[in-house]
């Protein structure tokens, strides 16, 4: 038998260490060749790492959570070839030496004397904890405690008289004690959940952009009815190609929008001071998935139509949801489109997706009476957000941009235009 280390192989450019995110095998099992060990997580992606060889598993480097270094040890095996570890030979013992000189005999054993017995412990009553023996309380105190189906005598008082007050503490301190008023919800157990992977990823993002970057946001309501018409249309006469929701729409307005205001599709390095204002757009597309939120990028988004778009939203928001998303999908984004789609709500204030300097926030779509000239109609309407780094862009510059964009969006043939 031999034992083989499986060390933690560079598993991406510039990666120095990797966090475990979740354990596949355990202390004592028995595995096979190509077996998946544990799932490992980056700054770029998480991979699933496989072991070389069968055999015992006898160590592994630590739980979940852990993050360890790119070369170190992840799993201990001991396989049934030589491994890749040397064993140290096992030191040969020595005979032992024979002894001439006469050994004196022992000196006799002095008698063992029987401890002395400890004296028996003295039983002690306990007080026995009395309860009032007539508890007092008005009319209006009992009834309010027959109505919640609370017993007087379980309510602590200061002198034998239950008052609102000490009703009040009951009520709000009592429910630790198992007491739960009528109708009143279950409740339940403490849970502790341990941030890891994904999860504890994301906190470290939002964290370091709250920190570092001073966000402000603007929100304008947009009129979708006549584009909401159009997308209707389209769908209509679509053939075989997919069902268009508004999102690729707003996509080709951002990007058509953008050459004019170069400063909200770029990243901003603050440690070297340098803010890159990209000609591209590669749109990232915050994606809601089981193991977290995750921004899969739309690379050169300018270059695509409604339809490109939408067949490449459904496709990058299908691999980040089923864990198939290439790390470069993954990265690179210039500025990021994060929906809530049908949860919508009134206005949000997204946190930017760091280095950018700008995330957009379109949200639910909603039917109100709005005054045309001196008619009321019934028109569709949606807030849009967006969030800037105000060392980079000014409030006019973001006020200008959503203004630009509303005009495209609200007159949609123009999207089509050259």
């Known amino acids: 038998m031999g034992k083989f280390t499986f060390k933690l192989p560079d598993i991406g450019e510039g990666i120095a260490e990797a966090e475990i995110v979740a354990w596949h095998v355990a202390v004592g099992d028995r595995i096979e060749e190509d077996q998946p060990l544990a799932d490992m997580m980056t700054d770029k992606a998480t991979v699933e790492m496989e072991s070389p060889v ?186 075989n190609r997919p069902k268009l929701t508004m999102l690729p729409f707003l996509i080709v307005a951002i990007c058509k929008t953008l050459p004019d205001f170069p400063m909200i599709n770029a990243r901003y390095d603050d440690e070297a001071g340098v803010v890159t204002r990209y000609g591209s757009v590669h749109l990232g597309m915050a994606t809601q998935t089981d193991a977290g939120l995750m921004v899969p990028v739309i690379r050169n988004a300018q270059d695509k139509n409604v339809w490109q778009i939408s067949i490449e939203i459904n496709r990058l928001a299908n691999e980040a949801r089923n864990g198939s998303a290439k790390s470069e999908e993954l990265s690179g984004s210039t500025l990021t489109v994060t929906s809530l789609g049908p949860l919508g709500g009134i206005a949000t204030t997204p946190v930017i997706n760091r280095p950018e300097v700008a995330i957009i926030g379109p949200n639910k779509i909603v039917e109100r009476p709005v005054f045309v000239g001196d008619a009321i109609e019934a028109r569709k309407l949606m807030n849009l957000s967006i969030s800037c780094d105000h060392r980079v862009v000014d409030g006019w510059d973001a006020a200008s941009y959503v203004q630009a964009l509303k005009k495209l969006v609200e007159t949609p043939v123009l999207l089509f235009a050259d």
């Open 54 to 239: 069968a055999g015992i598993v006898t160590a592994v480097a630590g739980e979940a959570g852990d993050v360890i270094a790119i070369g170190s040890m992840l799993v201990e095996i001991e396989t049934e070839g030589a491994g890749n570890e040397e064993t140290a030979p096992k030191p040969v013992a020595e005979a032992p030496k024979v002894v001439t000189e006469p050994v004196s005999p022992p000196p006799p054993a002095e008698p063992v004397k029987a401890p002395a017995e400890a004296p028996k412990p003295e039983l002690v009553a306990a007080p026995i904890a009395m309860k009032h023996e007539k508890i007092t309380a008005s009319p209006a105190v009992r009834a309010r405690a027959k109505e919640l189906g609370v017993e007087l005598s379980d309510v602590k008082t200061s002198g034998g008289h239950v008052r609102h007050a000490d009703l009040d503490a009951f009520l709000s301190y009592g429910s630790g004690q198992g007491y739960r008023a009528p109708g009143a919800s279950a409740k339940r157990a403490d849970e502790v959940v341990k941030v890891i992977g994904m999860r504890r990823r994301i906190a470290e993002n939002m964290a370091a952009s709250k920190r570092n970057i001073p966000h402000f946001s603007y929100v304008e309501e947009f009129d979708v009815t006549a584009l909401e018409a159009m997308r209707a249309d389209l769908n209509a006469n679509r053939g």
